[in-house]
């Protein structure tokens, strides 16, 4: 069986940064995923396309939002603010949750070029 990277370490555990992206692909836990997301607000990790397609169907925007709040989110945050940036990370990564599409975004015009598929 093949294993897809959903989520990679910029550094690895020695501290060094990595050649080949580091395989994370526990996401069906609740606490590495917690985990993980306060590693990416560090840049220190990214989620894959898949990564972001598989949290979101397997937790959905609230659990989601609960999620980035335990990744230390400011707590002076409201909702709709931690969800903008939830759905901000996962379009500049590739994956669209509102369409349930992948795709690319260029920063400067912002638009969300889908990717046949």
């Given amino acids: 069986m093949r ?4 989520s990679w370490y910029a550094y690895a555990q020695a501290g060094t940064a ?5 395989p994370r692909p526990d996401l069906d ?3 590495r995923v917690a985990e993980l997301f306060g590693d990416v ?7 894959t396309p898949d990564g972001w397609k598989h949290l979101w169907s397997r937790y959905g925007l609230e659990g989601l939002i609960d ?7 400011p707590d002076d945050a409201g909702d709709a603010d931690v969800a903008g940036a939830l759905v901000e990370e996962s379009v500049a990564a590739g ?3 509102v369409s349930g599409r992948f795709g690319e975004s260029d920063e400067k015009s912002e638009p969300f070029e889908l990717i046949e598929s």
């Fill in 3 to 6: 294993q897809s990277i959903v």
């Fill in 41 to 47: 607000r560090r840049a220190d990790a990214e989620l």
């Fill in 67 to 73: 999620l980035a709040r335990g990744a230390g989110f």
């Fill in 18 to 22: 990595t050649v080949e992206p580091t």
């Fill in 95 to 97: 994956y669209d949750p």
């Fill in 29 to 31: 836990d609740p606490a």
